[in-house]
């Protein structure tokens, strides 16, 4: 089993307030990613790191916001929770094996935005 | 075009039966290949990678053809407990580098007694 923890696992939230997901993995793994899944279809990556103080933009547009002060925590931000928020949100650590970097997944998030 | 895309779903298999899922992607940089399997409401969890050369895993194989940018998984005697989403994966991404990863919408199998 993969160590890697995300926090709250579910969360029902008014528009407009603040919050933070957070994610930690035990693991020493420099690279972290968050991706955001709607029910029924595709994971898109909103955003990666690839170490302490790297962030970047993933494919996936997004009013979140990421920090990496610390390299086993990565945690997500949304200024002001809007309903189009509304979705699954899951983090991930990845390591390098044989065949490319195999990604591990924390448990998600499931955000509702009211 | 999707940069990965599977087979719409889904597929509804009895116990035993053998099933083959395929995908393709458009991304000829793509050097990482995978199949993830996702229970519902689950995280993703890594079912297996694909080599060049295809691999076996149990009940699982899987082949990957370059040329063709082309991925398959095929499940032999399936179970029950067989039953989740499939996902094809690749490295690399539209915008981001080559550490990351591109999934597909899934192909869901349904194995019923």
């Known amino acids: 089993e993969a160590d890697i923890y995300q926090t709250p696992r579910y969360l029902v939230i008014g528009t407009g307030k603040k919050i933070t997901l957070e994610c930690s993995q035990t693991?020493?793994?420099?690279?972290m990613y968050w991706y955001q899944q709607d029910p029924g279809m595709e994971l898109h990556l909103i955003h990666y790191s690839y170490g302490v103080n790297s962030t970047e933009k993933g494919d996936l547009s997004s009013e979140s916001t990421v920090s990496r002060i610390r390299t086993e925590h990565f945690p997500l931000t949304l200024e002001s929770a809007r309903p189009s928020h509304t979705s699954q949100y899951l983090c991930?650590?990845?390591?390098?094996?044989?065949?490319?970097?195999?990604?591990?997944f924390g448990p998600g998030t499931r955000l509702t935005v009211l | 075009r999707k940069e990965v895309e599977q087979d719409p779903g889904p597929f509804n298999v009895p116990e035993g039966a053998t099933v083959a899922f395929n995908c393709t992607y458009s991304n000829s940089a793509s050097q990482s290949f995978f199949w993830y399997r996702q229970d519902c409401r689950k995280e993703p969890k890594l079912l297996m990678s694909?080599?060049?050369s295809g691999n076996e895993d149990g009940r699982f194989t899987a082949q990957l053809n370059r040329a063709s940018q082309y991925i398959s998984l095929l499940i032999r005697d399936s179970k029950l407990s067989d039953s989740a989403t499939y996902l094809c994966?690749?490295?690399?991404?539209?915008?981001?580098?080559?550490?990351?990863?591109?999934f597909g919408k899934g192909t869901m199998l349904l194995v019923s007694p």
């Open positions: 693991m020493g793994h420099d690279k």
């Open positions: 994966v690749v490295n690399g991404g539209m915008n981001s580098g080559y550490s990351t990863l591109t």
């Open positions: 694909v080599y060049s």
């Open positions: 991930a650590s990845s390591e390098l094996r044989e065949t490319g970097y195999e990604q591990f």
